[in-house]
């Protein structure tokens, strides 16, 4: 990457901006956005390893795409351990179905139905699919009617052997957005609508040597840190993230260098660092990948807290730099908010976006979701070193320690994530963001994320200049 003016400062996303290059890409699908970093995605985003947002149905969909979530550190292992055990089981095609006996009730599917973007339930008797529950099936129904009474039993069924192309016809001949899928037994093992079989066309999922979804896990710094990294692996994590929000600290490298000490089979990611210098310790201590940034997440309060912290683009290219130098690399972790942002981050060096609070407001992200006064339907957020985050996390400590430890709190407790109803999956979010970043790329002239690093050409701008660039969305 170079610059087109020399900056004087640092700088955030919103600083800067790219200018296009001569390209010879004919189409944004010829640009490769897999990653060199060692972790198997082939998109280049991560979930953050926060609770509101990382859970399993969000690791499941993610990697099904080609991308990666990190399980936070605060779930106990056991949970983490059915966690891993369950996404690895995973279809790579076919979406998990939520299913139903058809004697529960509408009260039973309105609390499921939408935990996926598409709004339906399967309806299952001796594992074979005998009817569909959709959101308009619930509506102005006793909640206690059985649901063999509302379903819709007209079921058209997909093999578990067709073809994206060939699952899309069909759907669309039927005129039916989804279908079951079923083994040749009839027994279902999925469930597919017609914008997943154009999705599984355009992207590629990250899966591990036994072809299997990829999952990540967090870890902290204090405890057992060998132990439960250990215990992580064998469990069949693909990534260890060694997390902690000041990473240039002894503990960190006495972590890493406990975890190094076993050996680990898969890349270790530490962090938050927002040096050279950060980086540069890290990786001699052990890790593989280094995780940059320090407070421009949308849920920190770190930079109010405390002052400290960086602009995080060029807080990405100081550290990206570094990294180089060793043949490693560096994950761009918070302040993205539109696709540019993660572009931005790509065209510093990043292998890797780390998003968080903007996943938050989607179907698959774990929260309860929730409706205001307006109807409008949310997802609680809240930030890692929150007081919310605090008492979850030494809920085993006792009542002194606990009330000591919550007067200190560096995050948002509780804020509001709206679900975008033209946009409610994590899935629609994705096309957004990976159809802005292979359009920057082929403004680059860049075949791969290697490429574009090396080409992007970045300038500076004003205030007045961002302003600009934003799209109307009234007259003005």
């Not at 606990?402 to 679900?419: C, N, P, Q, T, V």
Request: glycine share 8%; proline share 4%; aromatic share 6%.
């Amino acid at each position: 990457m170079r610059f087109l003016n020399t900056p004087s400062h640092d700088l955030t996303y919103d600083d800067v901006f790219m200018v296009p290059n001569s390209s010879d890409i004919a189409s944004r699908m010829d640009v490769d956005l897999s990653s060199q970093d060692g972790t198997g995605t082939t998109i280049p985003l991560v979930v953050a390893n926060m609770t509101a947002i990382s859970g399993r149905r969000m690791a499941e969909t993610i990697a099904r795409r080609g991308g990666l979530a990190v399980i936070p550190q605060d779930i106990p292992l056991e949970i983490v351990k059915n966690v891993i055990a369950w996404v690895k089981d995973r279809h790579t095609f076919f979406d998990t179905p939520v299913t139903l006996a058809p004697t529960q009730t509408v009260a039973d599917a309105i609390d499921l139905i939408n935990k996926r973007a598409h709004g339906a339930l399967i309806v299952v008797e001796n594992k074979k699919p005998i009817g569909i529950v959709t959101e308009a099936d619930c509506e102005r129904v006793d909640r206690f009617t059985q649901l063999q009474a509302i379903m819709s039993k007209e079921l058209v069924t997909l093999p578990e052997t067709i073809e994206p192309r060939e699952a899309f016809d069909f759907l669309n001949s039927h005129r039916h957005k989804l279908a079951p899928v079923v083994n040749a037994a009839g027994e279902l093992v999925g469930i597919l609508t017609k914008i997943g079989a154009l999705r599984a066309t355009l992207y590629s999922p990250a899966i591990d040597a036994n072809k299997k979804l990829r999952i990540a896990c967090a870890v902290g710094i204090n405890g057992d840190v060998a132990g439960k990294a250990k215990a992580l692996i064998e469990a069949g994590a693909d990534v260890l993230v060694v997390d902690t929000a000041h990473g240039h600290q002894i503990k960190m490298i006495e972590a890493l260098k406990a975890i190094r000490a076993i050996n680990p089979s898969v890349p270790i990611v530490a962090g938050n660092v927002v040096t050279a210098e950060g980086t540069r310790d890290l990786i001699a201590a052990g890790a593989d990948i280094i995780k940059v940034g320090v407070g421009p997440g949308a849920m920190c309060t770190t930079r109010m807290q405390t002052g400290v912290g960086r602009p995080q683009f060029s807080a990405v290219l100081e550290c990206a730099a570094e990294a180089a130098k060793y043949g490693k690399h560096v994950w761009a972790d918070g302040g993205v908010r539109h696709p540019r942002d993660v572009a931005l981050a790509l065209a510093a060096g990043a292998s890797q976006v780390m998003i968080g609070s903007w996943f938050a407001g989607t179907l698959e992200s774990p929260s309860d979701l929730n409706r205001d006064s307006n109807g409008r339907l949310y997802k609680e957020s809240f930030g890692m070193a929150s007081a919310r985050a605090v008492a979850a996390r030494t809920a085993n400590d006792g009542a002194f320690d606990r009330a000591r430890k919550a007067l200190f709190e560096e995050g948002i407790s509780s804020s509001r994530m709206y679900i975008n109803p033209t946009r409610p999956g994590v899935e629609d979010l994705l096309d957004e963001i990976i159809s802005g970043v292979r359009s920057s790329c082929t403004y680059a002239g860049a075949h791969s994320l290697t490429e574009f690093h090396e080409r992007a050409v970045v300038g500076i701008q004003s205030a007045s200049g961002y302003a600009e660039g934003r799209p109307l969305h009234t007259s003005w």
